[in-house]
């Protein structure tokens, strides 16, 4: 299984290349979508492939939930999903062949003589570095060990040189090939180290551009000395920035949730959250911030990626996510919004909701806000005031209930047939006239009696989404 020089293809060739050892986090989401937009506006092809190569914590649940999210997100991709698992023949294959070439070793230490010198090393305050002492080993010796049937892992023989690459995103990055240790690129069970498994895969699937988070800089020299040992062009490599809270920390679970299907549960929207991860180390160039997702392919490029940290901000994503909102059709809205309202339990009594979903989807930020809205505007819903309902009538007192009596009474004159918003708002406003109060002293009271709070659709709107019968009920 001799790797052939393998021209690099005329169209950009990217992937994704997922762990799943856990959920799919906003992180991975935001390197998935732009290696996704990267291919989609270079008319590449995306391939992705599951590193499941750590046995212990790599789960079938985890990849399901990888590609639930990458569904839900919207993103597909040309070729896979390769399981990297299926692989483990090839990637011995060139370790081995790097072992013929003399460019890697056999080494006999033992895992637990490794971590013996590396606590030496703590103890005396030194770094770690392994001293290349396989290699001082006789070849007698080594065929002697061989024989007896002693473990053995491969180290790669980091040359002594110049590694060095044009990063797309953090221009020229070098490393001295003396500062790496030879690492270890297969085990003494025969399977492959990290490092090892990327280049072989991302060889044999043509890849040619590599765009990960920069957490993975250090990889890199060690990835292409390994490229340059198997005789291969590297690809162009792209590190995103790493997101941070608005604190500058680190994006985690200290943040909040940090999972994109929490998000998802959240109601944020995908178009919404699309937009808000492609921003996420991306710049358009200028300051528009709504970018549908043609508009992203359009414009997408490695160079508008920014090397300085991103920074994950909830409150701009609500917003955005409001934005995406009052776009949307409320029929493009009811299903979701049926299954939060079946999430909180509420039962729409066979209404139709789409008016409703259209009354409270201007104002809204997440689909969530929405379903809570709605089931505040059902029949027979519990309604709580909120802190600002409860300080609006304690500022107006006696006038709060005075005002709802005459507002009930002014609206009740109002049949089935005249329960519509135009005749709704002729009869507040007549009523406000008359008494010579201000018309907000009879809106906000009749808000909060239908809604628990101050903020809401126009009155006569809200009266007539919740119905006649309804409204004069809360009233009352
Ligand atoms: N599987 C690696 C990870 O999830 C990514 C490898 C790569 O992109 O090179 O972090």
Same mark, same amino acid.
């Given at each position: 299984m001799e790797l052939r020089p393998n021209p690099m293809p005329a169209t950009p060739r990217l992937r994704f290349a997922p762990s799943p050892t856990g959920y799919l986090h906003v992180g991975g989401a935001r390197t998935a979508l732009f290696n996704w937009l990267y291919a989609r506006h270079s008319g590449g092809t995306l391939v992705l492939r599951i590193e499941d190569t750590d046995r212990e914590r790599s789960t079938d649940a985890h990849t399901q939930v990888i590609l639930d999210g990458l569904a839900w997100l919207g993103l597909d991709w040309?070729?896979?999903?390769?399981?990297?698992?299926?692989?483990a023949e090839r990637h011995a294959a060139d370790a081995r062949r790097l072992l013929d070439e003399g460019k890697a070793y056999k080494d006999f230490l033992t895992a637990g003589e490794l971590e013996a010198a590396r606590e030496r090393a703590k103890a005396a305050g030194q770094t770690f570095r392994y !001293? *290349? *002492?396989?290699?001082?080993?006789?070849e007698e010796e080594v065929a002697r060990r061989e024989a007896a049937g002693a473990p053995y892992t491969i180290r790669f023989a980091v040359p002594d040189e110049e590694i060095a690459w044009d990063d797309a995103v953090h221009g020229r990055i070098s490393w001295q090939?003396? !500062?790496? !240790?030879?690492?270890?690129?297969? *085990?003494? !069970?025969?399977t492959a180290i990290y490092n090892l498994a990327v280049v072989s895969d991302d060889v044999a699937m043509r890849i040619t551009h590599v765009m990960r988070g920069d957490d993975h800089i250090a990889n890199t020299p060690k990835q292409i000395a390994l490229y340059r040992a198997l005789g291969h062009p590297e690809p162009v490599f792209a590190h995103v920035p790493v997101i941070l809270g608005t604190d500058g920390k680190k994006l985690s679970k200290r943040h909040g949730a940090t999972a994109v299907g929490d998000y998802q549960h959240m109601g944020i929207v995908p178009a919404a959250m699309r937009n808000f991860l492609a921003l996420l180390g991306w710049s358009p160039g200028n300051d528009d911030e709504i970018l549908p997702l043609d508009e992203l392919v359009r414009r997408f490029t490695l160079e508008g990626i920014q090397a300085r940290p991103a920074v994950f901000d909830l409150t701009k994503l609500e917003w955005m996510n409001g934005q995406y909102l009052s776009q949307l059709d409320a029929r493009d809205l009811l299903a979701p919004v049926e299954r939060q309202l079946a999430a909180l339990g509420v039962d729409g009594g066979g209404r139709d909701l789409l008016p409703l979903i259209g009354a409270v989807k201007p104002r809204a930020r997440t689909v969530t806000g929405i379903a809570e809205q709605v089931a505040v505007r059902l029949p027979g819903a519990t309604v709580t005031r909120d802190a600002k309902g409860d300080a609006l009538a304690a500022k107006l007192g006696d006038r709060f209930a005075a005002s709802l009596a005459m507002a009930r009474a002014e609206l009740a004159a109002l049949d089935d047939d005249r329960w519509q918003p135009e005749a709704l708002e002729a009869a507040l406003k007549a009523l406000a006239e008359r008494e010579g109060i201000k018309l907000g002293d009879v809106m906000q009271p009749i808000r909060v009696a239908l809604t628990?709070?101050?903020?809401?659709?126009p009155v006569h709107e809200l009266l007539a989404v919740v119905g006649r019968e309804e409204a004069l009920r809360r009233l009352d």
């Open positions: 040309d070729e896979g999903p390769f399981f990297q698992g299926a692989y !001293d *290349r *002492r396989a290699l001082a080993l006789p090939g003396r !500062d790496i !240790d030879d690492f270890i690129i297969l *085990r003494s !069970d025969g628990g709070g101050t903020v809401s659709e």
